[in-house]
């Protein structure tokens, strides 16, 4: 099922391409950041207020995507805000969330994509406000540690211990 789903995701990836590539022939701009439209939880997490809000569900439905565009929205509304997003090992975070974010939030377009350091060594995402978004794990908790953030994202919350959730 996988397997069909990426192929499918590829050729509408394909096709929007072309379709801006003729775009930007006829002097249009360019951009592979898709249009957000969330549900359910998803959409009631875009305006909670509460401070810590967990989501849960089953696979693939949004749960992440909706998470990382209310992190990135936030970021982009309000100058300097230092955001985190944390994962108990560093190195599971580039193959989950950091996809989703670079694929489905910022675009593959996206200078900070592009021009940036591959994703498994990426440390963090800067917006033109001067909001940060740090990407880290809790295998090497010094590296957070020492800094104060505003917002926190752990996506599969699920795998930290009390002890992690305290420390954030």
């Known amino acids: 099922m996988l397997a069909t789903h990426?192929?499918?995701?590829?050729?509408a990836l394909d096709a929007h391409r072309r379709e801006q590539a003729r775009k930007l022939a006829m002097g249009g701009g360019v951009s592979l950041q898709k249009a957000y439209h969330p549900y359910g939880n998803?959409?009631?997490?875009?305006?909670?207020?509460?401070?810590?809000?967990?989501?849960?569900?089953?696979?693939?439905?949004?749960?992440?995507?909706?998470?990382?565009?209310k992190v990135w929205r936030v970021m982009?509304?309000?100058?300097?805000?230092?955001?985190?997003?944390?994962?108990?090992t560093r190195a599971n975070l580039s193959e989950t969330a950091l996809v989703t974010l670079e694929r489905d939030v910022l675009g593959f377009d996206n200078p900070l994509v592009l021009n940036g350091a591959s994703r498994a060594?990426?440390?963090?995402?800067?917006?033109?406000?001067?909001?940060?978004?740090?990407?880290?794990?809790l295998d090497k908790p010094g590296k957070i540690l020492s800094y104060e953030y505003d917002?926190?994202?752990?996506?599969?919350?699920?795998?930290?211990?009390?002890?992690?959730w305290e420390t954030l």
């Open 6 to 11: 990426d192929a499918r995701y590829q050729r």
């Open 42 to 69: 998803a959409a009631r997490l875009q305006t909670a207020t509460d401070t810590e809000i967990i989501l849960s569900g089953a696979a693939r439905t949004g749960k992440t995507l909706g998470c990382l565009h």
């Open 76 to 88: 982009g509304d309000t100058p300097n805000v230092r955001a985190l997003i944390v994962r108990k």
């Open 121 to 137: 060594h990426r440390s963090h995402y800067t917006r033109e406000n001067g909001s940060i978004l740090v990407t880290s794990g």
């Open 151 to 164: 917002l926190i994202y752990v996506p599969q919350a699920e795998e930290l211990n009390l002890s992690d």
